[in-house]
């Protein structure tokens, strides 16, 4: 008797918050045409700081997507991660009555790298001006790092296997694995992703420690990675939430599959070691082909983590010639992020929807603000690309020291 096939997780559903869009088709017609939205901060109380340009959210209004009672509970970077939950469940098709009859069957989990910034220094602004009978009882959960997950798990009744990954950049792609492997696990549905909201005058001084930081004020000058002009990264908002289901499910119900989560792997290199994170980053890409049984050269684009420091820049281009051999010079590379910024753990998950979306438009989307590339990578900039796309493959490295690569494959389209 044969052994069952192993389940494979499958992207049915995306929802998106970003800057350059406050749905999935805004973001992806922003993202396709290169249009960059980086501009200086406007966020009250960060005049001041030498952090000068980010990507804002601006065109969210959260009352519209958070009901009253959850909107008083929770910051902002949990209000973008409700938002595009409800995007993502309704994109793949399940509306509550589907969740509702099953609601075990269906999990959580989430990466946040900077928590409640907001909410957290406005409670203690109360503190201190005015006392502790003006501090509000959310202060206790509103801030921490698993808030979206809870509260995208009580809003909804989904009481299926929840988490959180507490991580920086890389964390995204960790719990978008975590995901897949419950699903892989006998989950059947999995809602996972990253938001953040790290702008917030607390969480911006937190972040000045940051080496890797660009404070030029400049847009299109702040976050130019690959080029000799490369000064460190500029921060965003926002992120995106996306809907994790077992394949033969989906195809049942008559779902859409948009991709299939093939394989996985992470390393840790240490923190702002740049140099060691080429070997780290290669060795956890291989991982991840060896997972998802693919050979190097069936790689289509790489959606690169491009840092913008010269030294991880470097880095990163090598280790993608170590693993992809000669051909690597010919694999189109590329790096939406520098339109919008890069959002921490909800970086790479923005990156996984902007390649789930390349591979189904046949479409690489450019590198704004990039034009001098100093590495040896077919860096697609300036304007869209046109390719047939199977297989993506997403890396993402942490300023912690975290290397993660992720590959997906492109989906087998719905039942019909």
Request: hydrophobic share 40%; with cysteine.
């Given at each position: ?41 406007t966020r009250e109380g960060c005049g001041h700081l030498p952090l000068r340009v980010a990507g804002e ?116 792609l960790d719990a978008l694995a975590h995901a897949a492997r419950a699903v892989r696990r006998g989950t ?210 942490g300023l912690m020291g975290s290397n993660s690569a992720l590959v997906l494959r492109r989906g087998a389209?719905?039942?019909?």
């Amino acid at each position: 008797m044969s052994a069952p096939r192993p389940r494979r997780a499958a992207i049915t559903g995306i929802g998106v918050v970003a800057p350059n869009g406050t749905s999935t088709e805004t973001f992806w017609k922003s993202t396709r045409e290169g249009i960059s939205v980086l501009d200086r901060i406007t966020r009250e109380g960060c005049g001041h700081l030498p952090l000068r340009v980010a990507g804002e959210v601006r065109d969210f209004d959260p009352p519209s997507a958070v009901e009253e009672r959850y909107l008083v509970q929770t910051d902002r970077f949990t209000h973008f991660a409700m938002a595009s939950a409800d995007q993502a469940l309704d994109d793949a098709g399940l509306d509550r009555s589907d969740t509702d009859a099953a609601p075990f069957s269906v999990g959580v989990v989430t990466a946040a790298g900077s928590g409640g910034g907001e909410f957290g220094q406005r409670e203690l602004q109360q503190l201190w001006d005015k006392g502790s009978r003006f501090v509000g009882p959310y202060q206790s959960i509103a801030w921490f790092y698993a808030a979206s997950t809870g509260q995208i798990s009580i809003r909804r009744g989904f009481k299926g296997p929840c988490g959180v990954v507490a991580a920086d950049e890389a964390g995204g792609l960790d719990a978008l694995a975590h995901a897949a492997r419950a699903v892989r696990r006998g989950t059947d549905v999995m809602v996972a992703g990253a938001t953040e909201a790290p702008l917030a005058p607390y969480s911006m001084v937190c972040q000045l420690g940051y080496e890797e930081l660009s404070t030029v004020g400049e847009p299109d000058r702040a976050y130019r990675p690959f080029t000799d002009a490369a000064c460190g990264f500029v921060p965003a908002e926002g992120g995106a939430m996306v809907v994790v289901e077992a394949e033969g499910r989906a195809l049942e119900r008559g779902a859409k599959v948009r991709a299939t989560l093939a394989g996985y792997a992470a390393t840790f290199t240490g923190a702002s070691r740049w140099e060691q994170s080429r070997e780290g980053l290669a060795h956890a890409i291989r991982g991840a082909l060896h997972e998802a049984g693919c050979a190097p050269e069936e790689i289509d684009v790489v959606f690169a983590d491009a840092l913008g420091v010269p030294e991880a820049d470097r880095a990163e281009a090598l280790a993608i010639a170590d693993v992809l051999g000669p051909r690597a010079g010919r694999v189109p590379v590329t790096a939406p992020k520098t339109a919008v910024g890069r959002g921490y753990s909800a970086a790479p998950v923005l990156d996984t929807a902007a390649a789930v979306l390349a591979m189904e438009h046949g479409l690489i989307p450019p590198t704004p603000n990039v034009f001098d590339v100093c590495h040896d990578l077919d860096l697609v900039t300036s304007r869209a690309r046109a390719a047939e796309l199977r297989t993506a493959l997403v890396l993402s490295r942490g300023l912690m020291g975290s290397n993660s690569a992720l590959v997906l494959r492109r989906g087998a389209g719905d039942a019909s």
